[in-house]
Nanobody, 127 residues
Framework: QVQLVESGGGLVQAGGSLRLSCAAS????????MGWFRQAPGKEREFVAA????????RYTDSVKGRFTISRDNAKNTMYLQMNSLKPDDTAVYYC????????????????????WGQGIQVTVSS
């Protein structure tokens, strides 16, 4: 059974940094494309960043380009989201997600493209 567990969230002042982790278990982590999404209060869940199964291709939503970096460590079965220069608008619950298709060289921005989700973790940026 696939499990995804996020960690590293919390409260930070504007301009600060956080690193989110997504620990995966239950399947061969390195074979699957993955992504990060977020949902702010009263808003729909939205795409943040994604990478392909090998980590060689990444994609970001425009609002986080140059500030966030997605990466993966296949030896540790963990995906990361390094978030720098945080803004109050980044406040949301952040979710990691995994595709169900192996060896997918593409990256995906749609929620429906992902088969497994973590429980989410709160990130709050104060002004």
């Amino acid at each position: 059974q696939v499990q995804l567990v996020e960690s590293g969230g919390g409260l930070v002042q504007a301009g600060g940094s956080l690193r989110l982790s997504c620990a995966a278990s239950g399947d061969t982590f390195r074979n699957y494309a993955m992504g990060w999404f977020r949902q702010a209060p009263g808003k729909e869940r939205e795409f943040v960043a994604a990478l392909n199964w090998s980590g060689t291709t990444t994609r970001y939503t425009d609002s986080v380009k140059g500030r966030f970096t997605i990466s993966r460590d296949n030896a540790k079965n963990t995906m990361y989201l390094q978030m720098n220069s945080l803004k109050p608008d980044d406040t949301a619950v952040y979710y990691c997600a995994r595709r169900g298709v192996k060896y997918d060289g593409s990256v995906y921005v749609r929620i429906a493209s992902y088969d497994y989700w973590g429980q989410g973790i709160q990130v709050t940026v104060s002004s």
